[in-house]
């Protein structure tokens, strides 16, 4: 059995090279046939030097690609995974907060029969705030996608090979993998483990970022809350039209009174802001349409030491 170990890296050079050798430590250690492929997802620093350096002295085990501009790490970990040739592959961020020693346990699940051995985090040393909002995010995500999402659970898994075909027989440009994870289903299993801090360099998440990622999630699965607008204006208009009737009723009964304009100002605030949300809404599924009908490659080759071949159908 070969392992491969998938590393998206976005200016990582402050860290990966002791990422490096921590893992090939522990690849060593459990005495498995393993391969290391970077993607380089267009770092500006001197993250691809680094690469080719550890290419250089490790030829048979690393493979590396490196993208022509930075292309999110969606896609970095896409072109791993059509670079991967294991029967197993374990994705992994670079700057060490996944845990080298935790591929020993996924190795045993999936030992088990596992297709899918998931590495949940727990949100111990997180910012009060953001952990608060990313579980009240997940319990109302929940409610709207068809696929589960759980908090914590990032990308840090070891995927059998079947699952690794899966999900590289979905061609999507809008990639979110979180719920494509989900989405393939296979004999899934998790286990939790200590949160770690990032070893060196910077996280690349901004709170607008993370918002983004959160629409994302929301809007990539299914046409829901399209629905749910469509219930929103419906109760919206049934109140409308039990109100009118209440004035009407009123007018006969007292005679007219004067109207009221902070009703006029709040319903016409309210319901135009609520257009506008709605009007988003559906432009963000035409933007998807747009994208999708393009059919652009998900990322472009700059360079790599592995057949181009492994790329083909993205523009490589
Ligand atoms: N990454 C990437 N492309 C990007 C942003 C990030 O390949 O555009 C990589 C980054 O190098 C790291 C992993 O994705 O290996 C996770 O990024 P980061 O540590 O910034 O995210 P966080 O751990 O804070 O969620
Ligand atoms: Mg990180």
């Given amino acids: 059995m070969r392992l491969s170990v998938i590393v998206p890296c976005y200016n990582e050079e402050d860290v990966i090279d002791l990422f490096d050798v921590r893992v090939r430590a522990t690849l060593t250690e459990l005495a498995i046939d393993h391969e290391l492929c970077y993607v380089d997802d267009g770092s500006s620093d001197a993250t691809l030097e680094h690469l080719r350096a550890l290419a250089e002295k490790n030829p048979e085990t690393t493979r590396y690609v490196s993208f022509s501009r930075n292309f999110g790490k969606e896609a970095g970990m896409l072109a791993g995974l059509r670079e991967a040739t294991g029967d197993a592959v374990v994705i992994m961020d670079a700057d060490l907060q996944h845990p080298p020693e935790l591929i020993a346990r996924m190795l045993e699940l999936h030992a088990r029969g596992h297709d899918q051995v998931v590495a949940r985090r727990t949100r111990e040393g997180d910012k009060f705030v953001r952990s608060l ?159 999708e009908s393009k059919r652009r490659p998900h990322f472009l080759v700059k360079e790599t030491n592995v057949p181009r071949d492994a790329f083909r159908g993205s523009g490589a």
């Avoid at 909002?133 to 109302?140: A, D, E, G, H, R």
């Avoid at 059998?160 to 393939?184: C, H, M, Q, T």
């Avoid at 899934?188 to 949160?195: A, G, K």
């Avoid at 009703?263 to 998807?288: K, S």
């Fill in 133 to 291: 909002l990313s579980k009240t995010y997940y319990k109302f995500i929940n409610r709207m996608v068809d696929v589960e999402l759980t908090d914590g659970v990032g990308d840090f898994r070891l995927l059998s090979r079947a699952a690794v075909d899966a999900l590289l027989s979905l061609p999507e440009y809008n990639r979110f993998s979180k719920g494509l994870f989900s989405w393939i289903g296979f004999d899934t299993v998790t286990f939790d483990y200590q949160n770690v801090a990032r070893e060196a360099g910077a996280t690349k998440w901004r709170f607008s970022s993370l918002l983004n990622y959160g629409l994302d999630g929301l809007i990539s699965f299914n046409s829901r809350p399209l629905r749910l607008g469509i219930h929103v204006g419906l109760t919206l208009t049934v109140l409308a039209g039990l109100y009118a009737a209440w004035i009407t009723g009123e007018a006969i009964v007292d005679g007219i009174d004067t109207p009221g304009y902070v009703t006029l100002l709040v319903a016409i605030v309210g319901l135009g802001g609520l257009q506008m949300v709605m009007l988003g809404l559906v432009g963000e599924y035409i933007g998807r349409i747009y994208y």
